[in-house]
T-cell receptor, first 114, second 112 residues
Framework: EAGVAQSPRYKIIEKRQSVAFWCNPI?????LYWYQQILGQGPKLLIQ????????DSQLPKDRFSAERLKGVDSTLKIQPAKLEDSAVYLC????????????FGPGTRLTVL | QKEVEQNSGPLSVPEGAIASLNCTYS??????FFWYRQYSGKSPELIMF????GDKEDGRFTAQLNKASQYVSLLIRDSQPSDSATYLC????????????FGTGTRLLVSP
């Protein structure tokens, strides 16, 4: 069974530019999560989807971050415009119906904002 | 008070010793608890989960849960240098949907 896929793996941009990250969850997993992990901290949930609906986006900075999961499978997270403090690893995770509380992570995208 | 607290470490143990990693949480209604291992530059990898009070063993790993005291711990027996990593405690908060809150992680260093 293939794991969670993410791209790109690394991205370097200048502040005020925009960037997008892509995630494809484990096949059949209805729930998809985006996390932000700043160096030295634990992952922080940005947004959670159940199929193509948003379950929780309470910690998503909506003035600059957006995310969508149009067909209930893969998802895109966008930052526009980026700030220096957005430098972090962006992790995508998914969970399935069989063990809905057990999340599996993709390799992450390391974003550096200069 | 943070929702999930861990000592950031580093916790240093010699090879072959038992490493004990601890985590406390604030929400008494939390139902499930997870330990993830994260190597430097890699993403978190699930190593154990526990739902019920007591111990749960999987190979060299034992998770312990005490809901009354609101703590969960991870014991690693016969520690190996390859166990050197950051261990993240995650708690499924009682929010009505599956939301994990992570601690900051404890860095474990196992010396040969």
């Amino acid at each position: 069974e293939a794991g969670v896929a993410q791209s790109p793996r690394y991205k370097i941009i200048e502040k005020r530019q925009s960037v997008a990250f892509w995630c494809n969850p484990i096949s059949g997993h209805a729930t998809l999560y985006w996390y932000q992990q700043i160096l030295g901290q634990g992952p922080k949930l940005l947004i959670q989807f159940q199929n193509n609906g948003v379950v929780d986006d309470s910690q998503l900075p909506k003035d600059r971050f957006s995310a969508e999961r149009l067909k209930g499978v893969d998802s895109t997270l966008k930052i526009q415009p980026a700030k220096l403090e957005d430098s972090a690893v962006y992790l995508c995770a998914s969970s399935g119906a069989r063990r809905a509380d057990t999340q599996y992570f993709g390799p992450g995208t390391r974003l550096t904002v200069l | 008070q943070k929702e999930v607290e861990q000592n950031s470490g580093p916790l240093s143990v010699p090879e072959g010793a038992i490493a004990s990693l601890n985590c406390t949480y604030s929400d008494r209604g939390s139902q499930s608890f997870f330990w993830y291992r994260q190597y430097s530059g890699k993403s978190p990898e699930l190593i154990m989960f526990i739902y019920s009070n007591g111990d749960k063993e999987d190979g060299r790993f034992t998770a312990q849960l005490n809901k009354a005291s609101q703590y969960v711990s991870l014991l690693i027996r016969d520690s190996q240098p390859s166990d050197s990593a950051t261990y993240l405690c995650a708690v499924n908060m009682n929010t009505g949907f599956q939301k994990l809150v992570f601690g900051t992680g404890t860095r474990l260093l196992v010396s040969p």
